[in-house]
């Protein structure tokens, strides 16, 4: 057996109790998708079946190479339903345990088709323009700095810098010789545009009270040691556009719509909280995951 079959055995034999709970073999209906990629006691195991478990393990698949991940999970689903035949066989399906497990798994999949189809499916695009133009229209753009620098270890060779630079050096060029920054050295100590917060707290409360053009008149001490810093340009960090946030508008629309629609459900549902009377009436809990 090749070292690459051992590995991929070795991540299959991990991978397989984990699905074996996931109770795959009594939730996913046969022929959705019409590909039968395998059968076991005359049950077929389909395409569907075996795209909903790659789908919910992505994670652990991904350390698999992508041409063998069906194998492997088609090997997997085998041998759940080898197993939960032999279940069957020897009644499990009458324990309490069982029903107790399958009455979870129910309720946890029916809540997770209604929020997948009736509230993340239901966001509409004008649900999302509605939501970026709200969250835009409070929006106050931060102003960014444009600036280099040159750092070096001690005061005394930052005071150096200081005086080659007043005699005529040219800022980048000495960068590139004897900072000691090997993310910006090479281009002239550059540092690109940074907003407020991206920077330590000394560097960047000097960095902004600069003007463009205009280079700081004392060494500035941070964590990494001392700085010359020079101030390219300022602007106001351009606004986002829809494209560029809609991700996260989306996220934020959905999260909203099921916490409305929970508390609306919550609200009309006859409640009874036997353990702690006291939260018969308690909000639901926040952005609680779909799966």
């Known amino acids: 057996m090749s070292l690459l079959s051992t590995i991929g055995r070795l991540a299959l034999t991990r991978f397989v109790p984990t699905l074996l709970v996931a109770g795959f073999a009594f939730a996913i209906p046969a022929h959705a ?6 059968r076991v006691n005359g049950k077929d195991i389909t395409k569907a079946e075996v795209d909903m478990a790659m789908d919910v393990f992505a994670d652990q698949l ?22 939960a035949d032999a279940a069957k066989a020897a009644g499990i399906a009458n324990n309490d345990k069982f029903k107790s497990r399958m009455v979870f798994l129910e309720a946890q999949a029916l809540r997770n088709t209604y929020v997948e189809t009736q ?21 106050t753009a931060p102003e960014e700095v444009h600036a280099r620098h040159i750092l070096v270890k001690t005061e005394d060779e930052a005071n150096k810098v200081l005086a080659d630079l007043a005699a005529g050096g040219d800022f980048a060029a000495i960068a590139k010789e004897r900072s000691l920054d090997p993310g910006s050295k090479d281009n002239g100590g550059d ?17 902004f009270t600069l003007a463009p053009g205009e280079m700081s008149k004392t060494p500035v001490k941070t964590q990494f040691g001392y700085h010359i810093i020079k101030v390219e340009e300022k602007r ?6 829809l494209d560029d946030v809609r991700d996260q508008v989306v996220q934020m629309v959905q999260r909203d719509k099921y916490q409305d629609a929970l508390k609306k459900m919550r609200a009309s549902a006859t409640i009874e909280r036997l353990d702690v009377p006291a939260l018969t009436t308690a909000e639901p809990a926040p952005d609680a995951p779909a799966k």
């Open 236 to 241: 106001t960090q351009p606004v986002p556009t």
């Open 191 to 207: 540092l690109g545009f940074f907003a407020k917060g991206q920077m330590v707290p000394e560097f960047e409360a000097v960095a």
């Open 119 to 139: 509230i993340q499916g239901a966001v509409t695009d004008e649900e999302i323009k509605a939501r970026y133009d709200k969250d835009i229209a409070g929006y």
């Open 33 to 38: 998708d019409g590909d039968v990629l395998a």
């Open 62 to 83: 991904g350390q698999v190479p992508e041409d063998q991940r069906q194998t492997m999970v088609v090997d997997a689903l085998v041998d759940m339903h080898v197993m």
